[in-house]
């Protein structure tokens, strides 16, 4: 730069049309009468904004070449990899800003890869959709392969994970994104196309919020049968060990539900590695830990979604992205319409509540024979701020209890599975001066409610009738074993008020048998209150998620390994070309 002059500079400026006179004539005024150098004039442009700094160092170290595309002037490079590198360009005429994807110059010879690279370009010309970035054109010149993309404000996906705490991306926001992308999918998929590369560092998110596919660089075309493409090593270990044919169709279901799993729990379900062997070892999908053991505050309709998306079986999984969609679209509506959120500030209320109070909740002894429903409730009672205790024998439940210094606060008997067993354990609570004013309540199926007239009732022990939502339970137990918490508190959280509908005993719809129980029975029979707002289900599956999110801890930040270089707009490094063209192993 020191041989240049600035009259040289100044007319090589404008014969590469990098700046008018006018800007020349405004660099020129901000050095008032001093003299100035050709380095001192470029670092003053760039000052200005009026050069990038791609652009003065291409000028300092004397280049005449490189600074368009076509008619796309270069600003500066967005990202590289092996195969591809990817520059910001503003078009010289029209001002609009692009983003343009450069083959290498090692591969400009290389006739396979510049068929690839020519075909990525028709194929993205092709798909027009709000979730995939367009490619507008693509040019092929004695010294340069390129294609001019859209241009997205934002950050991959990558990007953003690592900028959040422990890496988890908030319910709401990763299914929108989620849905963003398997939009994408289907659209492609319904025009015979796959994506085979499904990563954090192909998804951006742009400045609205919006999620944009990118790089469909090892697409597999369902009409172009004679086409051999190449494939990411996961794809190709995935269906190795599904034993599957190559390219399967579900194979984007299930990297699409491992990069939902990762967003949600701020953990890769496949694991973060390099060695190309420790890849393709189908031990990493085999051993996969379900979603909500991971992080049990993940709402169980996104879990269920997750886990069908990544079933190894794929039989069993989503068969196509629209029907993933269709779930997805689902979920969105059931978080955007506020229900867990309401759950999570009812429960809030009361954990606040306590505090301010400085009550400790009960433990509450669960008398529950089937393991799964163990789980549940210890995991809800748990995270709603009671100390849990799960028996699955009456008789054990009952000494337990005897114990004058067992410190349980409150039981509770599920029928549905113990059956009569949890009728009779109930009763017995009365039968010692220690157990007697333990608060209790049985749970009793719509086939069960008959069992309410021989169960001993009163104001702290109820009958109640299934389906009952996971929070009216817990509100329920919480008033039973921590009155105190409800004294002095608006009429809305007055223990009368609680009560229905949820302590009522049993639906309306009583047997013969206990219409006809004799007078002291009929007596403690509690009418059932009107359920129509309460969930089917007796465990609704985003309200028990909601009381699941309350203290639940995430996990620890994992440790990322981080991917070679930035590959906005990804290359092609990291694919295996089997050649085999079926998955089964060899």
Known sequence: MSELSVDDLTQRLLSLDLLDMG???DVENSFGSQNFTAEQFLQSAQRLGYLTKYQVERLSSGETTGFYYGDYRIQYMIGSGSFARVFRCVHKTTGKVVAVKVLRARFREDKTAIDEFTREAELGVELRHPNVAAVYESK???????????????????????????????????????????????????????????????????SSGKAVLLDFGLLADD?????KNQRAIEYAALERTTRVRRDDKRSDVYFLGAIFYQLLTGVAPL????????????????????????????????AFIVEK??????????????????????????????????????????????????????????????????????????????????????????????????????????????????????????????????????LLDETQVKWAAAAKRSKTRLAVGMPIAMKRLLLLLLKLSSPQLF????????????????????????????KEA?????????????????????????????????????????????????????????????????????
């Open 518 to 586: 004799t007078p002291e029975n009929a007596e403690q029979t509690q009418a059932s209150a009107d359920e129509s707002d309460f969930p089917v289900d007796e465990f609704d599956a985003a309200l028990d998620a909601a009381v699941d999110a309350l203290t639940a801890t995430p996990p620890v930040e994992p440790e990322v390994a981080d991917e070679p270089e930035d590959d906005y707009y990804a290359d092609y490094e990291d694919y295996e070309d089997y050649e085999s063209g079926e998955g089964e192993e060899k």
């Open 223 to 227: 009409n172009n049968s004679n086409w």
């Open 271 to 302: 694991g973060e590695v390099k060695e190309r062997a420790k890849r393709l070892d189908s031990a990493r999908f085999r051993n996969v830990r379900p979603i909500r053991d991971v992080a049990p505050f993940v709402p169980r309709v996104l």
């Open 23 to 25: 800007k020349i004539r």
């Open 140 to 206: 092929s010149t004695k010294y340069d392969h390129y294609m001019v993309m859209d241009f997205i404000e934002g950050r991959t996906l990558r990007e953003e994970v690592k900028a959040q705490k422990n890496g988890i991306v908030e319910p709401k926001r990763a299914t929108r994104i989620v849905t963003d992308v398997c939009s994408a999918l289907d659209y492609a998929f319904k025009r015979g196309y796959q994506h085979r590369d499904m990563k954090l560092s192909n998804i951006m998110l742009s």
């Open 487 to 514: 004294e002095g508190k608006t009429d809305e959280a007055k223990p009368e008020n609680l009560e229905t509908p949820a302590a009522a005993s049993v639906e309306a719809k009583e047997t013969t048998e206990a």
């Open 309 to 442: 998306a990544m079933k190894l079986d794929p039989e069993e999984r989503y068969q196509s992205p629209g029907a993933m969609l269709a779930d997805l679209e689902i979920a969105v509506k059931k978080l955007e319409s506020g229900e867990i959120d309401e759950e999570i500030n009812v429960q809030t209320s009361l954990a606040a509540s306590a505090k301010k109070e400085r009550v400790n909740l009960p433990t509450v002894l669960i008398v529950e024979a089937n393991a799964e429903l163990q789980n549940t409730f210890r995991q809800s009672f748990k995270n709603a701020g009671f100390r849990a205790l799960v028996i699955s024998n009456v008789d054990r439940a009952i000494e337990r209890l005897d114990d004058p210094d067992s410190g349980v606060g409150a039981v509770l008997f599920n029928a549905q599975t113990i059956g009569k067993r949890a009728v009779e354990g109930f009763n017995r609570l009365l039968d010692s001066p220690t157990t007697r004013d333990i608060p209790a309540v049985l």
